[in-house]
């Protein structure tokens, strides 16, 4: 089975940056992750989609985080990053990974960001 290890979350100042790292790990010797994504969870919120990266390397992002945030990854290691920059209050969230466009891994604990003054 699938599993998905968030790290790199905590608490930043209002306009410093995080690198998070998601590590995938799966079944076989050959496993890859398919086109991935970051999500993010705030409270009281629904997740919703933060940056994906297809195998063409495509990237999108959700408008709140253009031009601060960059994912990519590193197939040798299975691990995709989100290098966040510039944060502001309202990124303070739990942070996953997962599949794109659909979710179809387990989800993993997620990493908690917050953002204070």
């Known amino acids: 089975q699938v599993q998905l290890v968030e790290s790199g979350g905590g608490r930043v100042q209002i306009g410093g940056s995080l690198t998070l790292s998601c590590k995938g790990s799966?079944?076989?010797?050959?496993?890859?992750?398919?086109?991935m994504a970051w999500y993010r969870q705030a409270p009281g919120k629904q997740r919703e989609l933060v940056a994906s990266l297809t195998e063409d390397r495509t990237r999108t992002y959700a408008n709140s985080v253009r031009g601060r945030f960059t994912i990519s990854r590193d197939n040798a290691k299975n691990t995709v990053y989100l290098r966040m920059s510039d944060l502001k209050r309202e990124d303070t969230a739990v942070y996953y990974c997962n599949s794109f466009p659909m979710s179809y891994y387990p989800w993993g604990q997620g990493t908690q960001v917050t953002v204070s003054s």
């Open positions: 799966g079944p076989g010797t050959g496993f890859v992750l398919n086109d």
